[in-house]
T-cell receptor
Framework: DQQVKQNSPSLSVQEGRISILNCDYT??????FLWYKKYPAEGPTFLIS?????DKNEDGRFTVFLNKSAKHLSLHIVPSQPGDSAVYFC????????????FGKGTLLTVNP | DTAVSQTPKYLVTQMGNDKSIKCEQN?????MYWYKQDSKKFLKIMFS???????INETVPNRFSPKSPDKAHLNLHINSLELGDSAVYFC???????????FGSGTRLTVV
């Protein structure tokens, strides 16, 4: 039972363009969402998060959008850089869950020079 | 200065053996976790401890036993290893999920 879904296993983008990574969720109890970035042979690194009371959160080149009615969130990276090439995981948790994160399967982003 | 460190990084062992993976964090976080990334790349929670108290215990075979001697350490012991236990195991810590987890670099366990 996948409560967090990342339907695109991979995405390829040219350097300087926008990367859009998508994530859907099914559990309406989720009220906090996070994106993690993972390089090979390393652990995931926290990137950006958003609370369900917001619809947008921005941090430098990274912006996360949340559409609660559609149970959809997306991560925008502008402009994309070759160093952004990594696997991106979407994750979510619900209050009272002891911060138990449920992860999506990840999307491999490749930014071509 | 590594924030969350796991040892060993790689572990190859035979079926039936017992092994341990150690995790230490120097961030002062109260909560620590073990996650498993299986062959399908899903990251799934196994256990969580808050200040040495078990707070999350997912459906995991009881061959897996976490131990937290203090809030900076969370070790994972696995008895009678099976082929299906082969995976990457990640330790993580958090002061609260609003700040995200800090993950270790993972332990790749291969059972042969």
């Amino acid at each position: 039972d996948q409560q967090v879904k990342q339907n695109s296993p991979s995405l390829s983008v040219q350097e300087g363009r926008i990367s859009i990574l998508n994530c859907d969720y099914t559990n309406s109890m989720f009220d906090y969402f996070l994106w993690y970035k993972k390089y090979p042979a390393e652990g995931p690194t926290f990137l950006i998060s958003i609370s369900s009371i917001k619809d947008k959160n921005e941090d430098g080149r990274f912006t996360v959008f949340l559409n609660k009615s559609a149970k959809h969130l997306s991560l925008h990276i502008v402009p994309s850089q070759p160093g952004d090439s990594a696997v991106y995981f979407c994750a979510a948790y619900s209050g009272g869950s002891n911060y138990k994160l449920t992860f999506g399967k990840g999307t491999l982003l490749t930014v071509n020079p | 200065d590594t924030a969350v460190s796991q040892t060993p990084k790689y572990l190859v062992t035979q079926m039936g053996n017992d092994k341990s993976i150690k995790c230490e964090q120097n961030l002062g976080h109260d909560t620590m976790y073990w996650y498993k990334q299986d062959s399908k790349k899903f990251l799934k929670i196994m256990f969580s401890y808050n200040n040495k108290e078990l707070i999350i215990n997912e459906t995991v075979p009881n061959r897996f036993s976490p131990k937290s001697p203090d809030k900076a350490h969370l070790n994972l012991h696995i008895n009678s290893l099976e082929l299906g236990d082969s995976a990457v195991y990640f330790c993580a810590s958090s002061p609260g999920a609003d700040y995200g987890y800090t993950f270790g670099s993972g332990t790749r366990l291969t059972v042969v």
